[in-house]
């Protein structure tokens, strides 16, 4: 049972255009997101993240938006840049008074920003 | 600062041989997981650790074995290799689970 979905595997944009990638979860438990970026034979690294007590994160040009009521959160990516090509993945965590950091990560989405 | 140390990077094991992955941190994190990514999977859990000489499960602990003896190192083994283990493994460290870093990666094929 997947309980972080992302189900577009891949997104081609063009420079200086907007990147949307998307981001559902099943469980109500999670209350925080977060987003990782993943280059190729790289681990992954933090990029952006949201409190589920927020409904917008903006961080230069990332910004988060989480949908409660609709298990969903999208990562925006304004202007897309060349550089911004990897692999990037959706996480969720349920914290709380025993919170253990364990990440569910999504499947993952491969953005290609073309020049 | 190196962060999250993994070795080996790359390794071909024969179906049933064993082996250890080793990670280390040199930013005095308490906690600390084990993941493996698949293609189309994303990365899944396999265990993890809150503490020296603690360890738990995660979502696929199936075939492998942790221990955690001292704070900066966490060892995933395996104790008889399959095919289904071929994957990437990423070991990660966190302060009491935020501000995850990553290591590179150890890529293991079974064959």
């Known amino acids: 049972d997947q309980q972080v979905k992302q189900n577009s595997p891949s997104l081609s944009v063009q420079e200086g255009r907007i990147s949307i990638l998307n981001c559902d979860y099943t469980?109500?438990?999670?209350?925080?997101f977060l987003w990782y970026k993943k280059y190729p034979a790289e681990g992954p690294t933090f990029l952006i993240s949201?409190?589920?007590?927020?409904d917008k994160n903006e961080d230069g040009r990332f910004t988060v938006f989480l949908n409660k009521s609709a298990k969903h959160l999208s990562l925006h990516i304004v202007p897309s840049q060349p550089g911004d090509s990897a692999v990037y993945f959706c996480?969720?965590?349920?914290?709380?008074?025993?919170?253990?950091?364990?990440?569910?990560f999504g499947q993952g989405t491969t953005l290609q920003v073309k020049p | 600062n190196a962060g999250v140390t993994q070795t080996p990077k790359f390794r071909v094991l024969k179906t049933g041989q064993s082996m250890t992955l080793l990670c280390a941190q040199d930013m005095n994190h308490e906690y600390m997981y084990w993941y493996r990514q698949d293609p189309g999977m994303g990365l899944r859990l396999i265990h993890y650790s809150v503490g020296e000489g603690t360890t738990a499960k995660g979502e696929v602990p199936d075939g492998y074995n942790v221990s955690r003896l001292k704070k900066q190192n966490f060892l995933l083994g395996l104790e008889s290799a399959a095919p289904s283990q071929t994957s990437v493994y990423f070991c990660?460290?966190?302060?009491?689970?935020?501000?995850?870093?990553f290591g590179s990666g150890t890529r293991l094929t079974v064959v």
């Open positions: 996480a969720a965590s349920a914290g709380g008074s025993s919170n253990t950091g364990k990440l569910i």
């Open positions: 469980n109500s438990m999670f209350d925080y």
């Open positions: 949201i409190s589920s007590i927020k």
């Open positions: 990660a460290s966190s302060w009491m689970g935020y501000g995850y870093t």
